[in-house]
Nanobody, 124 residues
Framework: QVQLVESGGGLVQAGGSRRLSCAAS????????MGWFRQAPGKEREFVAA????????YFADAVKGRFTISRDDAKNTVYLQMNSLKPEDTAVYYC?????????????????WGQGTQVTVSS
């Protein structure tokens, strides 16, 4: 059974940092893109960041560019989202996802597997 399990969420003050982790099990995801999405209360789920199969290419939503980084450790079957300079508008449930291919994908339908999500709350 394929599982993606996020961790690292919690309450953080504005300006602070947080690192989210996503551990995959059930299969290896070395050949596919891994991504992060988020959903704030009352809003649709939105793309945050993606890293391609090799880890050499990344892509970020404009709202987080320059503040967030994404990385992957295929030996651990884990992907990370480092979030710096957090703002209250970053408050959301953050979801990890595994893509259907190795290219940089930003549409949620391009992802085949999803985690349950982890809550990040940024206080002002």
């Amino acid at each position: 059974q394929v599982q993606l399990v996020e961790s690292g969420g919690g309450l953080v003050q504005a300006g602070g940092s947080r690192r989210l982790s996503c551990a995959a099990s059930g299969r290896t995801f070395q050949a596919v893109t891994m991504g992060w999405f988020r959903q704030a209360p009352g809003k649709e789920r939105e793309f945050v960041a993606a890293i391609n199969w090799s880890g050499e290419s990344t892509y970020f939503a404009d709202a987080v560019k320059g503040r967030f980084t994404i990385s992957r450790d295929d030996a651990k079957n884990t992907v990370y989202l480092q979030m710096n300079s957090l703002k209250p508008e970053d408050t959301a449930v953050y979801y990890c996802a595994a893509g259907r291919s190795g290219g940089l994908n930003i549409r949620d339908y391009e992802y085949a597997y999803w985690g349950q999500g982890t809550q990040v709350t940024v206080s002002s």
